[in-house]
């Protein structure tokens, strides 16, 4: 596989690997998602998104934990050519509306637990969609549990390596958090370098990391280099 196409076929190339049936995550209720779930799950999303009208170079705020509503939604944006944008959960509640303006959101993904923090902030703005993940909303909100159960399939987009591929948010110590551009090329090298050169990953392996996805370190080890080797992720909620 060409480093630098679609991040999104991560996924791909497990299943060309013939690891359909491996567990790709374990979560903390002790539940377990194989690859070829993992990939399904993407796609249904991806899918969901395309109607939406969510495509190359849209921005896509994600508001999450470490559950398998991640990658779906991280992936499954990528998939369509969209940028997702982690961000820190944990974060003050105006700087959502922060991230929203600054990188021109056109959805945002938040589980249902940081839905108070986040849902003023997208009622003020109706150009943006809300979904809703991992329970139910009592506002009128798109269901991200209801796409992830769909059976769906869809090839990704063409990208170039250098075209965006999502952004993180700096800690903002010096002042406003800043968005910082990542490429898809990006992934693919740090998974050839510091996931192959440095850690020695591979599909034999368990990886648990106590920093979350929505942190650089978190999502190369829980999400991109796991993936990358075929390596088995555990994820953990909350602190």
């Not at 190339?13 to 979560?27: M, P, S």
């Not at 959101?105 to 997208?122: G, M, Q």
């Not at 991200?144 to 999502?166: R, Y």
Request: proline share 4%.
């Amino acid at each position: 596989m060409a480093r630098g196409t679609n991040v999104s076929t991560l996924l791909d190339a497990n299943l060309e690997a013939g690891r359909a049936t491996k567990v790709a995550a374990i979560t903390d209720d002790g539940s377990e998602v194989a690859f070829a779930e993992l990939f399904r799950q993407m796609c249904a999303v991806a899918c969901r998104f395309s109607e939406l009208g969510i495509g190359r170079e849209d921005r896509v705020l994600l508001v999450l934990d470490d559950t398998p509503a991640f990658p779906a939604s991280f992936l499954g944006a990528m998939r369509v050519g969209a940028v997702p944008i982690p961000a820190n959960f944990l974060a003050r509640a105006d700087d959502f509306a922060y991230f929203l303006d600054d990188s021109y959101a056109a959805a945002v993904v938040v589980d249902a637990p940081f839905l108070d923090k986040v849902e003023p902030f997208v009622a003020a703005r109706s150009e943006v969609a809300l979904i809703v993940a991992n329970g139910a909303s009592d506002v009128a909100a798109h269901s991200l549990d209801q796409w992830m159960a769909a059976e769906e399939e869809i090839d990704p987009i063409e990208t170039h390596p250098e075209d965006m591929a999502f952004w993180l948010y700096s800690s903002g110590s010096t002042g406003r958090p800043k968005g910082v551009v990542h490429t898809h090329a990006d992934l693919w090298h740090t998974c050839d370098t510091y996931a192959k050169e440095i850690i020695d990953t591979s599909a034999d392996d368990i990886h648990f990391s106590t920093t979350k996805m929505f942190h650089a370190y978190g999502l190369g080890n829980s999400l991109s280099f796991p993936l990358w080797s075929g390596a088995t992720s555990v994820y953990m909620t909350g602190r």
